[in-house]
């Protein structure tokens, strides 16, 4: 159970809800935030499935396949999937494939 303190701010909290111009710069914030996100996610994307210099990455492709498809059609979690694909990307490394 939480103390009261907690929650002392709350109030504050709920009137800065109603004013606009602080809403309209956190909406574009986080606007310019998942921006960078995607931004991101496209450019590693890109650098996994296809380096620099080399052709299309098969086994990366498999494992962004194989991904996509459990977290579609088998509802897995997005912490297993990175963990696994983690724990194949380092078995292959080490084992030198």
């Known amino acids: 159970m939480l103390p009261l303190e907690y929650f002392s701010g709350a109030p504050y909290i709920e009137r800065l809800r109603d004013y606009k111009p602080l809403t309209a710069t956190l909406s574009a914030i986080t606007a310019a935030v998942v921006g960078v996100v995607l931004n991101l996610a496209v450019w590693f994307g890109l650098n996994v499935l296809k380096p620099a210099g080399a052709s299309v990455n098969g086994v990366g ?3 962004a396949v194989v991904a996509f ?3 579609q059609r088998w509802k897995w979690d997005i912490i297993p999937v990175v963990g ?3 724990a194949f990307g380092l078995l292959r490394y080490f084992a030198g494939w």
């Open 69 to 71: 498809f459990g977290m």
């Open 61 to 63: 492709l498999g494992v």
């Open 84 to 86: 696994g694909s983690a």
